[in-house]
Antibody, heavy 117, light 110 residues
Framework: EVQLVESGGGLVQPGGSLRLSCAAS????????VNWVRQAPGKGLEWVSY????????YYADSVKGRFTISRDNAKNSLYLQMNSLRDEDTAVYYC??????????WGQGTMVTVSS | QTVVTQEPSFSVSPGGTVTLTCGLS?????????PSWYQQTPGQAPRTLIY???TRSSAVPDRFSGSILGNKAALTITGAQADDESDYYC??????????FGGGTKLTVL
């Protein structure tokens, strides 16, 4: 079965750090670009970051640039998001999503990150 | 700051046809933006409906179709069903590995 499974979410204080993981299965992960997309409670979707299959190119939304770091380990079929200097406005469900034809075709179920004191 | 615009809400009668649109605050949407569409129900992950303007994702029924209408991307649902009641999001590829989502349209079927 083709799937992405996120983990690592939780409650963290403002200014803190958290590392999210996304485990891929059922497809050739090492050939796929992947993204992080988030959704604040009651709000719409927001693209966060993209990494190419070989990690050669990485992009970030302005809202997270300099604070978040995307990475991957193709040997482990895994994607990561290191989140530092977290703010209240980073509270959201974080989804990983495979890039396909300049779109997102496979989505994980999401992991909740809550930034609160 | 690029803003992708969608109708905040829309309603359609069961069996009816509805067209949701996806525009730009400045400029026109073309196929060069590779518009794609996603359906999301509360508490669930998004589901991919359409990519590259008008290509249906696997297992998506053909009553969902995508197009460019005037200066906007469009998602048309023909023969709306009760379980089409969802939030619908478009996203545009801005180039250089950057995507921008629209604010979403809440579709009511009644």
């Amino acid at each position: 079965e083709v799937q992405l499974v996120e983990s690592g979410g939780g409650l963290v204080q403002p200014g803190g750090s958290l590392r999210l993981s996304c485990a891929a299965s059922g497809f050739t992960f090492s050939s796929s670009g992947v993204n992080w997309v988030r959704q604040a409670p009651g709000k719409g979707l927001e693209w966060v970051s993209y990494i190419t299959s070989s990690s050669s190119t990485i992009y970030y939304a302005d809202s997270v640039k300099g604070r978040f770091t995307i990475s991957r380990d193709n040997a482990k079929n895994s994607l990561y998001l290191q989140m530092n200097s977290l703010r209240d406005e980073d509270t959201a469900v974080y989804y990983c999503a495979r890039a396909f034809q300049k779109a997102f075709d496979i989505w994980g179920q999401g992991t909740m990150v809550t930034v609160s004191s | 700051q690029t803003v992708v615009t969608q109708e905040p809400s829309f309603s359609v009668s069961p069996g009816g046809t509805v067209t949701l649109t996806c525009g730009l605050s400045s400029g026109s949407v073309s196929t060069s933006y590779y518009p794609s569409w996603y359906q999301q129900t509360p508490g669930q992950a998004p589901r991919t409906l359409i990519y590259s303007t008008n290509t249906r994702s696997s297992a998506v029924p053909d009553r969902f179709s995508g197009s460019i209408l005037g200066n906007k991307a469009a998602l048309t649902i023909t023969g709306a069903q009760a379980d089409d009641e969802s939030d619908y999001y478009c996203v545009l590829y801005m180039g250089s590995g950057i995507w921008v989502f629209g604010g979403g349209t809440k579709l009511t079927v009644l």
